[in-house]
């Protein structure tokens, strides 16, 4: 997407490599780096949360414990609670809430992830209904996953 605009990736970057290799790439030293839709931004939020899962799973090490969190549907969870958690943690957290719920992951590290837990039991509907303590912790652990997905996937963009 940014590429489209003409944004000048650092020099020695794959992504730099790559873009300079295609005919329809021309760098323009005044592009800021703004998208310039809805459905630019919405895409690139998408693209980063999914880069972030797979960069995290791949960097992070295993969780033992049967969850991040055993008592986030019946607990709100404060900042210091998720503070010490890795990358890999918090987006488990997020998303053994939906899997309480049998949620179907189309994600490959969740679905391993979660069909290896005794307790998931994957009821291949999305349909679900979340209590306000999930929404609140839900809100609070996605703001700390963009607040890490930005500083983690933003190097090559310079920012």
Do not use: Q
């Not at 837990?117 to 999305?126: A, D, G, P, V």
């Not at 963009?146 to 090559?156: I, V």
């Amino acid at each position: 997407m940014f590429a489209r605009y003409g944004y000048v990736f650092d020099d020695d970057s794959n992504l730099a490599k790559f873009f300079d290799s295609k005919e329809w790439y021309s760098s323009n030293s005044n592009y800021s780096g703004d998208l310039h839709s809805e459905i630019e931004e919405d895409n690139c939020k998408l693209i980063r949360i999914v880069e972030f899962t797979k960069l995290s799973h791949d960097s992070c090490p295993d969780i033992t414990s049967d969850y991040v969190f055993p008592n986030s549907s019946s607990s709100l969870l404060s900042s210091s609670d998720i503070s010490s958690k890795n990358n890999w943690e918090i987006i488990i957290a997020i998303n053994e809430i939906y899997a309480r719920y049998g949620y179907s992951f189309s994600s490959t590290e969740l679905n391993n992830y979660f069909e290896n837990k005794s307790w998931y039991n994957n009821t291949h509907s999305n349909d679900i209904t979340l209590n306000d303590i999930e929404d609140n912790n839900l809100k609070l652990l996605a703001e700390e996953r963009e607040r890490r997905t930005k500083n983690a996937l933003m190097h090559d963009l310079g920012k």
